[in-house]
């Protein structure tokens, strides 16, 4: 609990370490710890953060709490999966081109089909699959987060969910006959029981950039748009930051500035398209003017 935290408690863990909220979403709080000192301006940072009015106003016991567990060296993977009467479907394995060393961790472009070795998508999906039985979870979405550690594969966490925001537009399904249909689709239909395995995610490569915020202010455009629509793989900018909100970046954001899709022959095409696209946005931001005492 916040309000019991000893200074000396990541001692035992050692260094580096990761502190991180219970309740937040998206990378929110996440905080690497290298040393001691790092450790306290971390939990410091974490509890000022989890003080807010917005997160208090939640009334949830968890956002009472901060996690601190070792930090596991080794690549970043998500799994979406479905569980059917307590089997694991994966649906895909997203990579994450770029590298999730800290101090802070926004996840910024997902790639499908994984470039992992089969055997190693295997370990992944038995490590899954034992982990979903010991949370007991039986039935729906799955969301988890892996790292490929020196000893073999992580899971780092599990949501009894989908991927979140507009993120799912990257996973493209096909259904039993072959007809396409969004992962939206999938859900709804494996709700309903009609999903089971007969679903699974479409030929082709595709990736996701989730844009992220450059610095604190507030938004007043977003230039070069037109151009990042027109890279060639490029399947879709979609800016949800408005003009005039006020932007946090990580790690006390909680959200993005907007999203780029892209599908090509490889995953690496696909990701060298959002890349592309994202180095022709600029974003005008104003910065917070200090307030007079």
Known sequence: RLDQIDA??????????VVKPLALSGSRGVIRADDQAEFDAALARVGRLLAQPGIRALRDPANDQVLVEEYVEGAEITVEGLLDDGRLHVMTIFDKPDPLDGPFFEETIYATPTSLAPDVCTAIE????????????????????????????????VA??????????????????????????????????????????????SA????????????RRVRGQDRARAVRG??????????????VPMPEGASYLGFIFASAATPEAAVAAVRRAHSHLSFDIDLDLPMAR
């Open 126 to 157: 038995e490590a899954l699959a034992g982990t979903v039985r010991a949370l007991g979870l039986t039935h729906g979405p799955v969301h988890a987060e892996c790292r490929l550690g020196p000893g073999g594969v992580v899971v780092l966490e």
């Open 208 to 219: 996701v950039m989730m844009i992220p915020t450059p610095r604190a202010g507030h938004l």
């Open 8 to 17: 000396g408690l990541a001692e035992p863990l050692g260094f580096p370490c």
């Open 234 to 247: 490029v399947d879709d900018l979609v800016i949800t930051a408005k003009p005039g909100q006020r932007l």
């Open 160 to 205: 009894a969910r989908p991927i979140g925001g507009l993120c799912a537009r990257v996973l493209r399904c096909v259904g039993p006959s072959g007809r396409a249909c969004s992962y939206e689709e999938v859900l709804l239909r494996h709700a309903t029981g009609e999903a089971g395995r007969g679903f699974r995610r479409a030929p082709g490569a």
